[in-house]
């Protein structure tokens, strides 16, 4: 199977600093992961801001309830402009995963890029087609909905 490239956009009517502040902390992928992953964080990073090179070890249940690891890292990072996060073990052969952030009027425009790729050859090929790209199109779209939830009223101009 080839390397598969994926995107989506978001805009998020808060401030910068308020969306990095959210993004930046990985404990916040539990509230923007859907239930039926069953996604657990293994790595004690309660409170910590995301850096270059940090390993955030996880457990996911991405289908059929079958629990599986998954630990990626924060290979690149920007603050308030970008950061990468690469799987260096897990269900993917490839899980490269850019988080772009862009102020723009009224807010930030976010973007997701993420390349991934299946393993086990044809097997994984048909594995894509009939489940994976699914699946990845589900939880971005949980995400983007997680999202509107949290982040997505609009600010509050104060006039003096």
Same mark, same amino acid.
């Given at each position: 199977?080839?390397?598969?490239?994926?995107?989506?956009?978001?805009?998020?009517?808060?401030?910068?600093?308020?969306?990095?502040?959210?993004?930046?902390?990985?404990?916040?992928?539990?509230?923007?992961?859907?239930?039926?992953?069953?996604?657990?964080?293994?790595?004690?990073?309660?409170?910590?801001?995301?850096?270059?090179?940090?390993?955030?070890?996880?457990?996911?249940?991405?289908?059929?309830?079958?629990?599986?690891?998954?630990?990626?890292? =924060?290979?690149? @990072?920007?603050?308030? &402009?970008?950061?990468?996060? !690469?799987? $260096?073990?897990?269900?993917?052969?490839?899980?490269? #995963?850019?988080?772009?952030?862009?102020?723009?009027?009224?807010?930030?425009?976010?973007?997701?890029?993420?390349?991934?790729?299946?393993?086990?050859?044809?097997?994984?090929?048909?594995?894509?087609?009939?489940?994976?790209?699914?699946? =990845?199109?589900? @939880?971005?779209?949980? &995400?983007?909905?997680?999202? !509107?939830? $949290?982040?997505?009223?609009?600010?509050?101009?104060? #006039?003096?």
């Amino acid at each position: 199977m080839k390397v598969k490239r994926k995107s989506w956009e978001q805009f998020i009517p808060r401030p910068m600093d308020e969306v990095w502040s959210f993004f930046s902390r990985p404990e916040n992928l539990n509230a923007i992961t859907p239930p039926d992953m069953s996604f657990e964080i293994l790595s004690d990073i309660s409170n910590i801001e995301m850096y270059q090179g940090m390993i955030i070890q996880y457990k996911i249940s991405p289908f059929l309830g079958i629990k599986m690891d998954w630990v990626t890292e =924060i290979t690149h @990072i920007e603050d308030r &402009r970008f950061f990468i996060d !690469e799987q $260096r073990f897990g269900p993917y052969a490839l899980w490269h #995963h850019q988080h772009h952030f862009e102020e723009v009027e009224g807010g930030i425009q976010m973007q997701d890029i993420l390349h991934y790729k299946v393993p086990y050859g044809p097997i994984g090929t048909l594995a894509d087609v009939f489940f994976v790209d699914q699946k =990845i199109e589900s @939880i971005f779209q949980y &995400r983007k909905t997680a999202i !509107e939830e $949290r982040l997505a009223t609009p600010m509050t101009v104060l #006039h003096t």
